[in-house]
């Protein structure tokens, strides 16, 4: 197959090394810093192109897919990374647009950070539109697997709930443990393991975590307010009561 990936940071370069190396495709970049061979500036180059990954900043992804529009046709597929399905749900294009994630990720961002084993073992969510010809699916999960990924196929709004939850909201958690530590300076000299394992997810890339907070609010403000009555609820003022609670919370723990 001919595929192709633009903006070639973290994920699109992971994906772009992967396919290289497997040497089962004819591969093509578009980007704008990385000079590499098969990699260009030049959109046209993606004509043709049997499937397109679009891997670029959730902020500038809608520019992207519309450019698009006038440079692929019907035949070819086309998907996204983005950390948020819905907000690109909404549109339809020429070409078949099957909205995807792939939940593997770091904390580092662009070319220099992507390696071909990323997606390896890692859940791939898929959001399929209503016309979406499940060959098509097919289709891309074939590509999919082969870089290591596992697809779950999902709505965009029970994904953005979903990510919310085990991503975002975690994320904002983590951000504001590290912020209660500001001026203690004997908790920092502390902290240790098990404080950087709990706040590993607050030095995400920041681009992507503004677009994920300011993309995914709502949902994100619904996690925040769960988490504050589950921890309000362990306290009690019987002391008794409130040990078999917490006792109790963490031995009914999901997993
Ligand atoms: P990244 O490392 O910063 O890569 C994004 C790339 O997009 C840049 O390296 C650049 O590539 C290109 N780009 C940036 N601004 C652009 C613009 N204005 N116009 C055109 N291209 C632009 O970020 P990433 O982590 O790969 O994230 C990319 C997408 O993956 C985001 O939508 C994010 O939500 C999603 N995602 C991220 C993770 C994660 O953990 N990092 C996980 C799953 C999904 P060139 O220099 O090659 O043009």
Redesign the pocket.
């Given at each position: 197959m001919n595929i192709g990936v633009?903006?070639?940071?973290?994920?699109?370069?992971?994906i772009f090394k992967n396919l290289l190396e497997g040497k089962k495709h004819s591969v093509v970049?578009?980007?704008?810093?990385?000079n590499e061979f098969n990699?260009s500036k030049d959109y046209n180059n993606l004509k043709g192109c049997d499937i397109v990954f679009v891997?670029?900043?959730?902020?500038?992804?809608l520019?992207?897919l519309d450019k698009l529009n006038d440079i692929l046709d019907e035949k070819t597929i086309v998907t996204?990374?983005?950390?948020?399905k819905e907000f690109v749900s909404k549109k339809s294009y020429n070409y078949k647009f099957i909205p995807s994630?792939?939940?593997?990720?770091?904390?580092?961002?662009?070319?220099e950070?992507?390696f071909p084993d990323l997606f390896e073992g890692a859940t791939w969510a898929v959001t399929p539109k209503n016309d979406t010809d499940m060959k098509d699916f097919e289709v891309l999960k074939t590509v999919i697997e082969e870089l290591g990924a596992n697809t779950i196929l999902t709505t965009p709004q029970e994904h953005d709930k979903a990510v919310a939850l085990i991503s975002h909201a975690p994320m904002l958690v983590a951000q504001a443990l590290c912020k209660n530590i500001e001026d203690n300076e004997l908790a920092q000299k502390l902290a240790a393991s098990g404080f950087r394992d709990t706040t590993r997810l607050a030095m995400?890339?920041v681009?992507?975590a503004n677009?994920?907070v300011v993309m995914n609010r709502e949902n994100i403000k619904d996690v925040v307010r769960i988490l504050n009555a589950n921890i309000d609820n362990l306290f009690d003022s019987d002391y008794k009561e409130e040990a078999k609670k917490i006792k109790s919370f963490r031995e009914n723990l999901y997993g």
């Open positions: 633009v903006g070639l940071g973290l994920i699109g370069g992971s970049g578009i980007s704008r810093s990385v990699v891997c670029t900043p959730m902020n500038v992804t520019e992207i996204d990374v983005c950390s948020l994630h792939p939940m593997a990720g770091t904390e580092h961002q662009g070319w950070y992507a995400s890339n681009e992507m677009d994920m």
